[in-house]
């Protein structure tokens, strides 16, 4: 189905989304939200549905959650398959594209029109809008969105003759410090930086050198250069002078929360999670995370994106109305609240009623905010392989991380397999 042709076919239930509700006056509308990352989100989305019921009486909300984004988007491509999709599903950024490209996201500009011509006049900004639009149209509201900070244990920079005030702001001191660390004994680990799981935080590496996933014309890969080489080696060099383990993320956390762990990389996101389970253990501090090159180095834009898929009149207009909350200056306000994302309408940013005095309470989520100039976009692989693509280059760092590979080999090799799984263009 083309773009327009699906923007006809929408027109209708989007007109129906605002006619009287005499929908609901035979009984409670169901309807089934999917959302990943439990572990980070479960408070956030508990919370706007408690929010959200108050409102809403007559709409009842059935979670259904994943572990992670991959997983999330490999449950819609399923369920789709057999017709059982969800009402409306979050998704990570990186994602909506193949459920625009696919024909399974619902264009949402109509129904933002509907509630004001000018969508920032409710929060929804271009640059917000833009986060979510793929496949040339509005295929997803931002929900939530972060960028890769700097955890570190106070004590333990202290410990290694480290200033806890000053911390390292290049990728060679924040080595040598998390080198001292290592050798602290008593099983303390130098540090730790989130390779596996999916390709943002390599991205962060690949962007903080003006790097890029792919060429312009987005037909063969950009990291097969000086930048994706330099991003491997600095993982290469993560192991063998940072001291980093070969954990997995939850492991990687416990150890830190746990007072033996230096310094860890990681998304915003689980700022209230590290919070909470550093405690007492040890002062726990945020910054920044280094970008190699000062002039043209980026960092990725995480977080994930409400996506509308609902056919029944009934279940899209509870499916947007809970969209429409989740996103909207108080739905943000909690979910910020309840983790460490960034907001995604920008009344919940300015509006001092929302958050005004949020971040200056709370320094430690300030990290993200200061980086939010240099963010740009988390990238969308383009095609039906981009699930795959990503676990290519999961696959591929592994072996660096386990000492199997050096950066060379492992780049060449990365650089193979992702071209084969890249759309075949005439």
């Not at 920032?120 to 640059?127: D, L």
């Not at 979910?335 to 929302?354: E, K, S, W």
């Not at 039906?384 to 090799?413: F, K, L, W």
Request: glycine share 10%; charged share 20%.
């Amino acid at each position: 189905m083309t773009i327009t042709t699906r923007r006809a076919a929408l027109a209708t239930p989007a007109a129906m989304l605002f006619m009287p509700r005499v929908l609901h006056a035979q009984g409670q509308t169901e309807i089934t939200v999917h959302y990943a990352q439990p572990f980070i989100y479960k408070e956030a989305y508990d919370a706007i549905l408690a929010a959200f019921a108050k409102r809403e009486p007559g709409i009842k909300v059935n979670y259904v959650t994943t572990p992670n984004y991959e997983e999330g988007a490999q449950l819609i491509l399923r369920q789709a398959a057999t017709n059982q999709l969800p009402d409306l599903s979050y998704q990570g950024f990186n994602r909506l594209r193949v459920f625009a490209e696919r024909g399974l996201a619902q264009d949402l500009a109509p129904l933002l029109k509907a509630e004001a011509a000018d969508p920032a006049t409710i929060g929804y900004t271009p640059n917000l809008l833009a986060l979510g639009h793929f496949g040339g149209f509005q295929s997803g509201l931002a929900f939530a969105a972060s960028n890769p900070v700097t955890y570190y244990n106070a004590d333990l920079v202290r410990r290694a003759g480290g200033d806890p005030d000053n911390f390292p702001t290049n990728w060679d001191d924040v080595l040598q410090l998390a080198g001292k660390i290592d050798r602290l004994g008593d099983g303390t680990e130098g540090m730790w930086f989130t390779w596996n799981g999916d390709d943002w935080m390599f991205s962060a590496l690949l962007f903080g050198q003006g790097g890029r996933m792919l060429t312009d014309d987005e037909r063969d890969v950009g990291f097969a250069g000086p930048e994706g080489l330099g991003a491997l080696r600095l993982i290469d060099r993560m192991v063998k002078e940072g001291g980093m383990p070969n954990l997995s993320a939850t492991a990687a956390r416990q150890a830190f929360t746990a007072g033996k762990l230096g310094i860890i990389f990681q998304t915003t996101a689980l700022v209230r999670g590290m919070k909470e389970g550093a405690g007492n253990n040890f002062v726990l501090r945020t910054t920044g995370m280094p970008v190699i090159d000062p002039a043209r180095g980026r960092l990725p834009t995480g977080g994930a994106a409400g996506m509308l898929t609902a056919k029944d009149p009934a279940k899209r207009d509870a499916a947007w109305k809970f969209l429409r909350f989740s996103t909207s200056p108080e739905g943000q306000a909690l979910m910020v609240r309840n983790t460490g994302y960034l907001p995604c309408n920008q009344i919940a940013i300015d509006d001092p009623q929302y958050l005004g005095s949020f971040y200056r309470e709370n320094p430690l989520f300030l990290a993200a905010v200061k980086q939010i100039p240099i963010s740009i976009p988390w990238y969308a692989f383009p095609g039906t392989n981009s699930v795959r693509v990503t676990q290519t280059m999961v696959d591929n760092i592994a072996r660096i991380v386990e000492g199997r590979a050096t950066p060379e080999e492992v780049q060449r090799d990365m650089a193979a397999e992702v071209r084969r799984l890249l759309p075949r263009r005439s």
